[in-house]
């Protein structure tokens, strides 16, 4: 996942302040193919091609931080229907 994105939904306005935090988190920087796909799949901004892109592992994120980085913001659904929605399709 992004790690402007587990930045944000945290509380944190940059990245950098993330992992300066967290230091627990595991950091990982983009190659140029990975950009590239990324760019072509919508997720990242074609802006963002020559610069730096931080990425960070969702288990680590999870570890640290719980279903928030699944959920978001939002927490327009909880864990519970999450779940059952899971066991139903199941």
């Not at 306005?13 to 190659?31: C, G, I, P, V, W």
């Not at 640290?64 to 999450?82: A, D, E, V, W, Y």
Request: net charge positive; charged share 25%.
């Amino acid at each position: 996942m992004l790690a402007i994105d587990a930045a944000r939904t945290s509380g944190f306005r940059d990245s950098l302040y993330y992992f300066r935090r967290n230091l627990l988190a595991l950091k990982l920087n983009a190659t140029q193919p990975e950009k590239d796909h990324l760019i072509a799949e919508g997720k990242l901004g074609s802006h963002l091609r020559t610069r730096s892109v931080t990425l960070i592992t969702a288990r680590s994120a999870f570890k640290l931080h719980g279903s928030k980085m699944i959920l978001g913001k939002q927490n327009t659904f909880s864990c519970r229907k999450f779940l059952s929605k899971k066991l139903i399709v199941s």
